[in-house]
């Protein structure tokens, strides 16, 4: 996944107006769960958006990459970050909203994972808790082989992420490859492959059932890609 390029993550991700994202999940929250004090992200990644949210509500999470959650504590010192992988995991606390956005969700790789991941957000939810789940594309969405290229020409550093990608089963492989030029260490060249599962909509409504969520499908969400919002049933 991120592990050689998790330095470079904010700013290879500097296109996303994560100010304006924050600005509509707040919106969403404000709407929807009006009295939300508490928020836990899942799949954080550096946390970019905590540094809008953590104005409004009391914020943690939870990732994988250890260097993701050391870069999130520096951003918002007050909330709690853990590694923990989001398909198994018990920080002994219910929240009123969950968040997983940006298609962290995407990298769990079969329905078992997914609905498994899904119980877990549910069980860290309070009586009416919302979650927000902002999926990976799906097959109808997805677009094989297509070139993709991402560029950053900063004075001291410039960065060229290319990569191609394509389909096996369920997953989509995007093999990412990083030249990185700086004064210090030259140009280094290296590679990253990520394996997004391409889940179709019916079956992540499924999914989302079997976790007991009341859910509906927002087919705009934050930056295309739609958005999941579950109400968690009273059982
Ligand atoms: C594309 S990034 C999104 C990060 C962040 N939410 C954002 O909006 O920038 C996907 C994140 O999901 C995390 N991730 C992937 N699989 C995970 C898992 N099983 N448990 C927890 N985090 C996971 C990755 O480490 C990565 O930080």
Redesign the pocket.
Known sequence: ??TDSSDL?DLV?SF?D?EKESAEILRIIKAIRPDCKTIL?????????HRYLNKHFSIDG????SK?IETSKKKNPAGHYRV????QFDLEKQYDVII?????IG??QTMNEIIA?LKCFNKHLNTDGLVMVEPWLNKDTWQNGKVHMITIDNEDIKICRMNTSYTSGDLSILNFHYLVGTKDQGVQHFQEEHKLRLTSKEEMLKAFQLADFDVTFDEKGLFGRGMYHGKKIKI
């Open positions: 996944m991120f993550y991700y996303k994560y992200d899942i799949g954080c990644g550096t946390s970019e958006h939870i990732d994988l990459n993701f923990e992988n989001m398909v997983c956005l940006f298609s962290s990298y769990l991941a």
